[in-house]
């Protein structure tokens, strides 16, 4: 790849199109079978990068011109998956971690493991593992953004009455303060 994944053009700008992942597409290549990844051979030629818009709640995205139906029959055929489109947020340019993660993944999909199984998420932690939430601020960024969404901005317990900041996203498990399990 020309410039590093996750660092921003001169001058803050974004490039026209994220990177062509040509190293990452030679790591799958080394990694997963033809019965697994049926389309990867495909990926140097019909792959095409954009950026998603900013805004998008997702980190990046994976489309395919054929429809389902289509995919599955030159999957059995062992012909071509046509145009494939990768999108990436643009967001990701702070973290290069996230950014080469998320590369990783749509990769994976692109190449024809489209299911969220045990081999997408081994190779993926393998080969582009997901920053710590501490380390990243894209992260941090995003759990604040669905916080903000959130109609509850506290916790209160429905034993002790201990009222603390909401920080997470998902409802604890306990009280901090007397340690019985959480209800409101």
Excluded at 105 to 130: F, K
Aim: net charge positive.
């Amino acid at each position: 790849m020309g410039e590093a994944p996750g660092d921003e053009a001169e001058g803050g700008q974004l490039p026209t199109q994220p990177d062509f992942p040509h190293e990452l597409i030679e790591v799958l290549k080394g990694k997963l079978n033809k019965k697994d990844a049926p389309f990867l051979k495909y990926l140097g030629k019909k792959l095409n990068m954009v950026w998603i818009d900013s805004d998008d709640s997702r980190l990046g995205m994976t489309r395919f011109e054929y429809n389902a139906n289509e995919l599955f029959r030159r999957r059995k055929m062992k012909l071509s998956c046509g145009p494939v489109t990768i999108g990436i947020n643009p967001i990701l340019n702070k973290d290069k971690a996230l950014y080469r993660h998320t590369l990783v993944h749509e990769l994976l999909h692109a190449s024809g493991v489209l299911d969220h199984g045990e081999i997408h998420a081994n190779l993926v932690a393998e080969i582009a593992p997901s920053p710590k939430f501490s380390n990243s601020l894209v992260l941090q960024e995003m759990r604040e953004r669905v916080l903000e969404k959130l109609p509850e901005r506290q916790w209160i317990c429905g034993d002790c009455g201990y009222t603390w900041e909401r920080k997470r996203v998902s409802m604890p498990t306990r009280c901090p303060k007397c340690a019985k399990p959480f209800k409101s």
